[in-house]
């Protein structure tokens, strides 16, 4: 009996897709899955969806039968089985590259030593069938993935990396068989085997494979990090009694007990009680926000200091955290892919190279001196020889290799190699507020003191009244005041006042610390300060007023301060023509002072997580579009982004989901990486005009263009010095990316 087949939708882990071909084998293998209504194969984290009534055996079957590796992802958040198969895939391709180089590098070195009998001796009858039969295990071992590939790839009508690969390392190995085994009927010219050329070959390509697997970057992460934010369990209350159950089990309406600590497990609104909850993953702002009677609560916030009971009244996929993870998971799977530029020239390279040989080999056949038919092999293989990919599958995985080498140096974490190619074209970037243009941690920014105090003594009294304060700013003003080494007084009589502010008797005296709600609470005249307190909000500050026995003593204002180098660095980016594009969860007065000090015009207020992402994709209709940000919240954007940039001081769940991480958490960085974009792509393209130069040159010559008016015919010797010297070029040519120098 077959399984119970599944119904609506179904994700599965694909590894072994190489390029943007494999994504159309992979829908067409699934799309044949008998109940299957729809496919949509994300070649970005290597998944797909798939729509219908199917059985999940006979899925994985199909890809499998297709050539690729597959495994359903049990249920919507189960991002592991990915991360597993990508790692049993990169620790095959480098065991398959050690495998060719024991093989291949030997071979070469005796080639090029001649420690090797000629081929036709007495000696050589023997020892060449015997490399050939080595090389033959090797091809199938360390290259069988690569002509599987090749194989799906023609099916479909299509050619791509694998397509070169299996067609260069067969056809040298294909060549150099015949050769020992027609050696005497070949013209002299002719007596040259290309054993090792194919397998160093695979080695070089199998270990950049392997490479570019480990550093694609896990997006599954990101999704596991969002989970994680989410607790197991829930208190509730039923039937008078507070027991913990199954998040899963939490009905809608129901009353839940919060405690000192905790996160909170579903959407709802408090109805007793008063706390401050970090709310820095939903908003990305730093300072936790007071919760009373009436609030709404998020699920996966952090509650800090009070208790408190609320209704449920969003569970399950309809929390906002849950909206957070398929956001990420919809930017994912509609995030277009970036055409491989290779890819696009194999397309038109490999038939062209194919249908050059075939009229080459019937030319000779037909009009060829004698031994016509030799001759024609020759000159048929030699331009398949000279046309091998060993330098076009270089080209771009080495220069993006030494690019992100360069760029850890530098502080830059390139986790998606698309966006080395990407960031150099960014018209217009958007920039999170806080933890990225500021330094997402309020500090006291302000003292200021009136009648006979001193700024000192305003700060001491601050914080010593602050010293049994649970307020979310109480922190910043003790740090502040220990950083000054001023000696706390002590504190009678402590009051909070929620939503106002805190009130204390120190040294016989009547001390007041808060908002203007609470010198109105208090009676405490602050008029003649209103347009101070106006300023400083301006500024995007939180003004404290200190009260004294009923008279204003001074204001103690709290922000969140730009970093150093943030107006600097939106300089340089404006310098470079980009649009620079500010958008917080803030309030409107808050951002534009901030944007005011950071060189910002354009800024985006209010936008919630949700809707970060949807001021991209709005940006995008007209402009290449880039995000940095470091929280939670940002995580749809950062993906939704043609290129996200996260700030590696900022969460790990930003970082999993942004293609360029910036480890120092400098915006200076973020220019940087533009213009190391800009170089590799120009360096790729260099690589490329390189590796097809010596290849596009000869293969006239190759197939015999030059015979008729000059007796010259390309010596298969020359044509595999022209292979390995496209390598070099592009190797050499590479290499110089190591000593780029960014400028201010």
């Known amino acids: 009996m077959s399984k119970e087949q599944t119904s609506e939708e179904l994700r599965l882990s694909i590894v072994g897709m190489t390029c943007a071909g494999c994504v159309s084998a992979v829908e067409s293998a699934l799309a ?79 080639e090029h030593l001649a420690w090797f009998p000629e081929i036709g001796s007495p000696s050589g009858r023997w020892f060449w069938p015997e490399v050939a039969l080595i090389t033959l295990c090797v091809l199938m071992y360390s290259g069988w993935h690569f002509y599987a590939g090749a194989i799906n790839a023609l099916k479909h009508g299509q050619a791509n990396m694998d397509t070169l690969i299996a067609l260069g390392t067969g056809a040298a190995w294909l060549y150099s068989c015949i050769i020992i085994d027609y050696s005497g009927t070949l013209p002299s010219l002719a007596r040259h085997a290309y054993f090792e050329a194919a397998v160093v070959i695979l080695a070089f390509i199998n270990l950049g494979s392997g490479l570019e697997t480990r550093s694609r970057g896990k997006t599954s992460r990101a999704i596991r990090n969002l989970i994680g934010l989410q607790p197991r369990t829930a208190r509730v209350i039923r039937d008078g009694q507070e027991i913990d159950i199954a998040i899963e089990e939490v009905g809608l309406g129901e009353t839940l007990r919060v405690r000192p600590g905790e996160k909170i497990a579903v959407d709802g609104v408090l109805f007793e009680g008063y706390s401050t909850v970090d709310e820095s993953m939903l908003t990305g702002e730093s300072m936790p926000v007071e919760k009373t009677v009436g609030s709404e609560v998020v699920a996966g916030t952090m509650n800090q200091t009070g208790s408190f009971l609320f209704k449920a009244t969003r569970i399950g996929r309809d929390t906002a955290l849950a909206q957070i993870i ?31 040989a075939v009229l080459t080999f019937i030319l000779w056949l037909s009009f060829g001196p004698e031994p016509a038919l030799g001759y024609a092999f020759v000159t048929s293989m030699t331009v398949l020889v000279i046309a091998c990919p060993c330098a076009l599958g270089l080209a771009t995985p080495i220069s993006i290799m030494i690019a992100v080498g360069r760029a850890a140096e530098s502080g830059i974490l390139i986790r998606q190699g698309d966006a080395l190619q990407k960031a150099g074209q960014l018209t217009c970037l958007v920039l999170d507020k806080t933890g990225t243009i500021t330094e997402g941690k309020p500090t006291v920014s302000n003292v200021l003191a009136f009648g006979d105090y001193t700024e000192d003594k305003v700060l001491q009294l601050a914080a010593s009244i602050e010293s049994g304060s649970e307020h979310p700013l109480a922190a910043s003003v003790l740090q502040a005041a220990e950083e000054k080494k001023l000696t706390l007084e002590k504190v009678e009589q402590f009051d909070a006042i929620s939503g106002h502010g805190v009130t204390a008797v120190i040294n016989q005296k009547t001390v007041f610390l808060g908002n203007r709600a609470l010198m109105d609470k208090k009676l405490v005249s602050y008029e003649r300060y209103s347009q101070k307190l106006e300023q400083l909000s301006a500024l995007g500050q939180t003004p404290m ?151 596009t040159l000869s293969v006239p010559v190759a197939a015999g263009l030059l015979y008729p008016l000059f007796g010259v015919l390309l010596n298969p010797m020359i044509a595999g010095a022209a292979m390995a010297m496209s390598s070099l070029t592009v190797v050499f040519n590479a290499s110089r990316l190591r000593w780029i120098k960014f400028g201010d």
């Open 32 to 110: 044949a899955v008998p109940g299957v209504t729809a496919t949509q194969v994300n070649f970005a984290d290597h998944s797909a969806v798939v729509k219908g009534h199917a059985d999940p055996d006979a899925l994985t079957r199909a890809v499998k039968e297709a050539g690729y590796d597959a495994a359903i992802m049990e249920g919507l958040e189960d991002p592991g089985v990915q991360e597993e198969l990508e790692m049993r895939r990169y620790r095959q391709l480098m065991q398959k590259a050690a495998v060719a180089a024991l093989v291949g590098v030997p071979l070469m070195l005796g």
């Open 326 to 356: 398929k956001s990420v998971r919809q930017a994912q799977s509609s995030k277009p892919d970036i055409a491989r530029l290779v890819d696009k020239i194999s397309a038109v390279f490999v038939p062209a190279v194919v249908v050059i």
């Open 545 to 695: 007023l200190l009260a004294v026995d009923n008279k204003i003593a001074g204001i103690v204002a709290v922000s969140d301060p730009i970093k150093k180098d943030s107006a600097k660095a939106v300089q340089q980016l404006k310098e470079r023509g980009i649009r620079v594009v500010m958008i917080t969860g803030d309030n409107s007065i808050t951002a534009q002072a901030i944007a005011s000090l950071a060189g910002i015009t354009e800024v985006r207020a209010q936008v919630l997580p949700q809707d970060k992402a949807d001021v991209i994709k709005t940006l995008q209709h007209r402009e290449v579009v880039g995000m940095v940000g470091d929280g939670v919240n940002d995580a749809p954007a950062l993906v939704q982004a043609d290129v996200g940039f996260a700030i590696g001081t900022g969460t790990d769940v930003a970082i999993e989901s942004a293609d360029v991480v910036i480890l120092q958490g400098s915006l200076l960085k973020v220019a940087e990486a533009m213009d190391l974009s800009k170089a590799t792509v120009k360096n790729i393209k260099q690589n490329l005009f390189g590796a097809f130069f010596y290849n």
